[in-house]
């Protein structure tokens, strides 16, 4: 994927990047008190949240998918896991500084972390992934049915507790700043697969290869900046947070 970039995904990506940054600076707004928003209740930030992590997550299992079809190594996609995995032990130490009592320690780096291997094993599962996908999404629901309906007590916990709650079968979610467990999301890095490869048949059955999504030549201005952006998601998600925190403390200081 190296020689090759794919515009449109290049751009959702950095779309989903710009949306998370204006939803975590008021959200770094809200916890200093500069404005007062309840983003665990309130369906207009819960829903954005769902959005925003959704797309990322789409936009990862469509990348594997490239770089499985562009035949990359297993040695280079382990050195790319080494580094989300990497992020998401830096986001746990960070997290639990800022928020001992609930901090990260299986968000969206740490599900991509796993979601990534299962997506590696099953990218050439073809069009399965797309009924894969809607069963690792209604899983969720189903397993909060059961167990509120069949189970009891100790085994509830369980699968509430961090032991088991990576796996996303729960019946209350836990209190943590970020939450993305296996299920549902592995479903939407599955249809981000199942997609890539719908849009390589067409491409195929046209003779043109990927070349109809290249960059540069498709996108507007806009468009070519997100994509741009896009291809150093993880970098700028790693960079994003402390620059907020401190414009907010900037300001914060300011209003005394």
């Not at 993305?180 to 997609?195: E, I, Q, R, Y």
């Not at 900046?225 to 401190?246: C, D, E």
């Amino acid at each position: 994927m190296n020689s090759q970039r794919f515009a449109l995904l290049d751009a959702l990506r950095g779309l989903a990047m710009v949306w998370m940054t204006v939803f975590h600076f008021v959200f770094d707004l809200n916890h200093a008190g500069l404005v007062k928003q309840d983003f665990y209740r309130d369906p207009f930030w819960t829903w954005q949240r769902v959005v925003i992590v959704s797309l990322f997550l789409f936009c990862a299992g469509f990348g594997q998918a490239v770089a499985t079809a562009q035949g990359q190594s297993w040695e280079r996609f382990w050195k790319r896991w080494r580094q989300v995995a990497a992020c998401a032990l830096l986001v746990s130490a960070g997290s639990w500084l800022m928020y001992p009592q609930t901090f990260i320690y299986f968000g969206v780096l740490h599900g991509m972390a796993l979601m990534l291997v299962v997506v590696r094993l099953t990218a050439y599962w073809g069009r399965w992934l797309w009924l894969l996908g809607a069963l690792a999404v209604a899983s969720k629901f189903i397993a909060a049915y059961a167990l509120s309906v069949w189970a009891r007590g100790q085994f509830i916990e369980l699968f509430n507790s961090p032991v088991l709650n990576w796996l996303g079968w729960i019946t209350q979610k836990p209190i943590t700043e970020d939450y993305a467990p296996l299920f549902p999301w592995l479903g939407v890095m599955w249809w981000g697969v199942a997609t890539e490869g719908w849009l390589l048949s067409r491409t195929k059955a046209n003779r043109s290869g990927y070349a109809g999504m290249a960059l540069p030549r498709a996108l507007p201005k806009v468009g070519r900046a997100l994509a741009v952006l896009g291809r150093w998601s993880l970098s700028y998600y790693m960079v994003h947070q402390p620059v907020l925190i401190a414009m907010v403390m900037g300001l914060g200081w300011l209003k005394r």
